[in-house]
């Protein structure tokens, strides 16, 4: 790993009343008499004018971590200036001139990785605390960002280290075990104690899981039955194409729909008819596939004309069991906009109207109602849960061999074991592993 300086802008693009950019580096000392011709105080904020030469880009707060108490272990900055972006590019051409590079995605936290500053589930619990759609998955990537989810896996590694200890003293010193039965049903419950823990690590994984990705909602139906027009009421803006001539939605759009604290992605879809050329018919395809890969299909009807048995066929066809009617267009059937509960809701809407759209709000919000997170959840990865299940394996497996009475295979079992939830926290990470994970990260993280 490199130690050369390097910076950052951490906020996001665009114009904001603060901007922060971040340097870290072994030894900042000259660097920090280069950039801003004075020594900074260790972890006191510091008002001073940036300059280029003899122009001022900005007044900024500065604040100089010592080593080792700073967030990648390095020396840090911290550049709090007023949040343009041409003031903020400015500041980073400033420090790339006076030595500092470009920083990679994720190459702070891979630098407080390396450091020993933080395991590699607290890396990652960063980036996925950054990307958390609702305070679900910010609470659970707290939890791991905290160190819980890695302290539960360093319990079970300390307990998997103690029994092969005693396994292997069975195998060294076999003499000196006058009842071996009994030591053997000892190491026997400790496994299954170990087996049990590392099981209920796993169930709050799957939990974990499901909570890193956001909810998707697919709005599907007939052409003109007004699918864009709801997006777009939901969204407050002309996002998708609205005309009164059929099969304008050619593809499956997905944008981003906050409510409250929450974030999802709703997905506007090809109008569901015979295709009249290639292009739509590859849009209707696309269509089916987002409605295979969404948590709850909205399927809009034209209320002057209602459900049709074509509609009833589809979506038993598909086989798909949680969807919602919306019955556009009550303007024209003057209805008056509700809920009505039967197998799967009616809800009553006029996009025209911009009637009801509170109701589709509400429906996607009572999906959150059931996914309370408990206080030992965390945002776990699928490659947390292989390693998970591949520990547990090796677990299950020494029990079998140690009441086989093969010890030195129920003693490899648990190394094993060791080694795939010992990965967990990138205790022997690759170089591979560590380019994936940390690549994914945002610029100044």
């Not at 936290?109 to 990307?131: G, P």
């Not at 209320?303 to 267009?329: M, P, V, Y």
């Not at 009553?348 to 408990?374: C, E, P, W």
């Not at 140690?402 to 967990?424: C, P, V």
């Amino acid at each position: 790993m490199s130690h050369d300086a390097i910076c950052a802008i951490a906020t996001p693009a665009g114009s904001s009343a603060l901007g922060i950019i971040r340097v870290s580096g072994k030894d900042l000392t000259s660097f920090i008499k280069k950039v801003f011709s004075i020594d900074l105080e260790n972890r006191k904020a510091t008002l001073l004018n940036i300059k280029d030469g003899k122009n001022v880009i900005d007044k900024s707060i500065v604040i100089y971590y010592a080593s080792p108490h700073s967030f990648t272990g390095e020396d840090m900055l911290e550049i709090i200036c007023h949040g343009n972006q041409i003031i903020m590019n400015s500041i980073v051409d400033l420090l790339l001139e006076k030595g500092a590079k470009n920083a990679c995605p994720g190459e702070f936290s891979q630098r407080a990785f390396f450091n020993n500053k933080i395991d590699l589930t607290q890396a990652e619990a960063i980036a996925d605390l950054v990307s958390a759609s609702d305070e679900r998955a910010v609470k659970a990537a707290q939890n791991s960002l905290s160190g819980k989810f890695a302290q539960e896996i360093e319990d079970i590694l300390e307990n998997i280290l103690i029994i092969r200890s005693e396994v292997e003293s069975i195998i060294n010193f076999p003499e000196d075990d006058d009842v071996p039965m009994l030591n053997i049903e000892k190491i026997k419950n400790k496994i299954e104690d170990a087996y049990t823990s590392l099981s209920n690590i796993i169930n709050n994984s799957y939990e974990g899981i499901n909570l890193s990705q956001r909810k998707k909602y697919a709005f599907v139906g007939k052409p003109n039955s007004g699918k864009s027009s709801l997006i777009n009421c939901l969204l407050r803006k002309d996002a998708s194409i609205v005309s009164h001539h059929a099969g304008t939605t050619r593809d499956a759009i997905e944008y981003e729909l906050r409510i409250n604290n929450k974030i999802v992605n709703i997905i506007d879809t090809a109008g569901l008819r015979d295709a009249v050329d290639d292009i739509e018919r590859e849009g209707i395809s696309r269509a089916i596939k987002s409605i295979t890969n969404a948590d709850r299909l909205f399927y809009v009807i034209d209320d002057t004309k209602g459900i049709s048995e074509a509609d009833k066929i589809f979506l038993a066809k598909l086989q798909i069991n949680k969807f919602t009617f919306l019955f556009n267009k009550i303007d024209l059937t003057e209805k008056d906009p509700m809920i009505e509960k039967n197998d799967n809701d009616y809800v009553y809407v006029s996009a025209k109207k911009n009637l009801g759209i509170d109701l589709i709000k509400q429906t996607i919000m009572n999906d959150f109602l059931t996914d309370d997170v408990n206080e030992n959840i965390y945002l776990a990865r699928s490659r947390h849960v292989e390693l998970l299940r591949q520990g547990l394996e090796h677990l299950s497996m020494s029990k079998d061999k140690l009441l086989e009475d093969n010890f030195d295979l129920s003693a490899e079992e648990l190394r094993l074991s060791h080694l795939a939830l010992s990965s967990i926290l990138g205790q022997n990470p690759t170089e591979d592993l560590l380019n994936k994970i940390f690549s994914s990260f945002c610029i100044g993280k």
